[in-house]
């Protein structure tokens, strides 16, 4: 998984949920139908204070999300059609934003033993202002937007059938203070010095210039501003990549590298150090985070999640039918033997990137 998404765009309009948001939501800048474009990504055990591993059975997101001070922006998945769009149903990129929540449980799920971490260090506020950057279905924009009751959250994400939705449930939902856009992070023209937090769940590794985007996006926070992003450590630290990649791989077959984006481009701390700085940021801090992720209740179900990793659908188009067909039981073998009483489990490695506009 090397290449990065190219950052071919036009501008447009699209207009945003809410009227009493308390800042102003600038004009979105629109994906160009069938272009691929960028989104919003010392190994030691995370020490955030209190974000150890939920003691609890896992299950859904906790219901505190709404609370103040317990926000997790979340930057999803982009699906994208093996042949091009990202607009529709398609294979899941790891891990851009997107469509990804339109199928109820499958991210979220994925990443529940990281959401408390994140959400205990991105810390919201009372009256701050969010900008939830990958925001998918929007459900994480709406959390902020209840703990920042007397501010606001406004979530960008490049998948327009993503925000329709997020819009959608926030009408539902009543919500006043939040806003989503269509709009790539990377060039969007955000509101200068209007944001105290800009956070993401892996969803800053894509962008086709990361120096320029993370200025875009430091831009837009004010003095002292806070950048929070989770990001994955290199692929090698991942047990569900090398686990999935090896699978389809096998001993007989020979899987050419992943040529789609690359969700481990911020693994290394001094190459995201030195785009930070070179972005305008200051006080760069790298915490590791080690949870696992969760695929599925079962090996069937967990399969079905895998198989829609465009990485692996792009594997499987590479070998001809008895291959493909070798490396599935491989993969089906494989998430059998990570079966546990409550679910399919691999381990992973982070980084929690901390930042500050000076």
């Known amino acids: 998984m090397s290449a990065r998404l190219s950052g071919a765009v036009r501008t447009g309009s699209k207009e945003a949920i809410s009227t009493r948001l308390p800042f102003p939501v600038p004009r979105a800048v629109a994906?160009?139908?069938?272009?691929?474009?960028?989104?919003?990504?010392?190994?030691?055990?995370?020490?955030?204070?209190?974000?150890?591993?939920?003691?609890?059975?896992?299950?859904?997101?906790?219901?505190?999300?709404?609370?103040?001070?317990?926000?997790?922006?979340?930057?999803?998945?982009?699906?994208?059609?093996?042949?091009?769009?990202?607009?529709?149903?398609?294979?899941?990129?790891?891990?851009?934003?997107?469509?990804?929540?339109?199928?109820?449980?499958?991210?979220?799920?994925?990443?529940?033993?990281?959401?408390?971490?994140?959400?205990?260090?991105?810390?919201?506020?009372?009256?701050?202002?969010?900008?939830?950057?990958?925001?998918?279905?929007?459900?994480?924009?709406?959390?902020?937007?209840?703990?920042?009751?007397?501010?606001?959250?406004l979530g960008v994400d490049i998948s327009a059938s993503a925000i329709g939705r997020a819009r959608e449930l926030a009408r539902a939902e009543g919500l006043g203070n939040v806003a989503f856009e269509h709009a790539d992070a990377q060039v969007h023209r955000f509101p200068r010095g209007r944001f105290d937090l800009a956070a993401s769940r892996f969803g800053t590794m894509f962008f086709d210039d990361p120096v320029a985007a993370f200025a875009n996006v430091g831009q837009a926070l004010r003095p002292a501003g806070r950048l929070v992003m989770m990001v994955w450590q290199p692929a090698e630290r991942n047990e569900w990549e090398v686990a999935v990649r090896r699978s389809l791989a096998g001993a007989e077959e020979r899987v050419a590298a992943d040529e789609g984006p690359d969700a481990f481009s911020l693994g290394d701390p001094p190459t995201v150090r030195r785009v930070l700085d070179e972005a305008g940021f200051t006080d760069i801090a790298f915490t590791g985070v080690h949870e696992p992720v969760y695929y599925g209740p079962d090996v069937e179900a967990a399969l079905g999640w895998v198989r829609r990793f465009a990485s692996t659908g792009a594997a499987l188009e590479r070998l001809d039918p008895a291959g493909a067909a070798r490396a599935i039981e491989r993969l089906r073998e494989t998430l059998a033997a990570h079966l546990a009483d409550d679910g399919v489990w691999f381990d992973s490695s982070a980084w929690l990137v901390t930042a500050r506009r000076p």
Not at 123 to 150: E, P, S, Y
């Open 31 to 153: 994906i160009g139908e069938g272009e691929p474009a960028p989104c919003a990504s010392g190994d030691t055990k995370h020490s955030v204070p209190t974000a150890g591993r939920p003691a609890t059975p896992p299950g859904p997101p906790e219901p505190g999300l709404s609370e103040p001070g317990a926000i997790l922006v979340d930057a999803g998945y982009r699906r994208r059609r093996l042949g091009g769009s990202d607009h529709g149903e398609g294979a899941v990129v790891r891990h851009s934003s997107g469509d990804h929540a339109l199928d109820p449980g499958g991210y979220d799920a994925e990443l529940r033993r990281h959401e408390p971490v994140l959400r205990r260090a991105c810390g919201v506020r009372l009256h701050d202002h969010v900008l939830d950057i990958g925001c998918g279905t929007g459900r994480t924009t709406r959390a902020a937007a209840r703990a920042a009751r007397a501010g606001g959250a």
